[in-house]
C-alpha cells in the first residue's frame, strides 16, 4: 500500500511555471511506477506525464512535451512535475498515481486505468 499527497498547486499567469509534488508513505515506493494525470469538470482524467522504476523511462502527452519534466526521487519518496510554459488549456485538477507490480525495465503505461493508487488532487488555474 501507499499513500500519496500532491501539493504545489495554485493560480498561475499564462507562460509562468509551477512544481508540482507528490509525497508517499508506505513501503517499496521504489517498486512503483508513477504518474501525473489531470482532470477537467465533464472530462475525463487526462495522461500528463509517467515514470517507470528506472528514471530513465519517461513518457509525456504530446501537449505537454517541452514544457513538462517529470522526476521521482526514491530517497525523498517523492514525484515532482516542473511544469513551464503554463497555457490556460493546462487548467485542471492534477492527480498523483502510483502502480504496483511494475517491472525494472518495463515503459511506464500512460492509462489511468492501470495505476492503482492515487492523491486527493491539487488544483492548478492558469490566467490569460
Known amino acids: 500500500q501507499v499513500q500519496l499527497v500532491e501539493s504545489g498547486g495554485g493560480p498561475v499567469v499564462a507562460g509562468g511555471s509551477l512544481r508540482l509534488s507528490c509525497t508517499a508513505s508506505?513501503?517499496?515506493?521504489?517498486?512503483?511506477?508513477l504518474g501525473w494525470f489531470r482532470q477537467t469538470p465533464g472530462k475525463e482524467r487526462e495522461f500528463v506525464a509517467v515514470?517507470?522504476?528506472?528514471?530513465?523511462?519517461?513518457e509525456y502527452s504530446d501537449s505537454v512535451k517541452g514544457r513538462f519534466t517529470i522526476s521521482r526521487d526514491n530517497d525523498r519518496k517523492t514525484v515532482t512535475l516542473q511544469m513551464n510554459s503554463l497555457q490556460p488549456e493546462d487548467t485542471a485538477v492534477y492527480f498523483c498515481?502510483?502502480?504496483?507490480?511494475?517491472?525494472?525495465?518495463?515503459?511506464?503505461?500512460?492509462?489511468?486505468?492501470?495505476?492503482?493508487?492515487w492523491g486527493q488532487g491539487t488544483q492548478v488555474t492558469v490566467s490569460s
Open positions: 498515481a502510483a502502480k504496483s507490480g511494475t517491472i525494472l525495465s518495463t515503459p511506464p503505461s500512460i492509462h489511468s486505468e492501470a495505476y492503482n493508487f
Open positions: 508506505g513501503h517499496s515506493y521504489s517498486r512503483y511506477a
Open positions: 515514470i517507470g522504476r528506472n528514471s530513465g523511462l519517461t
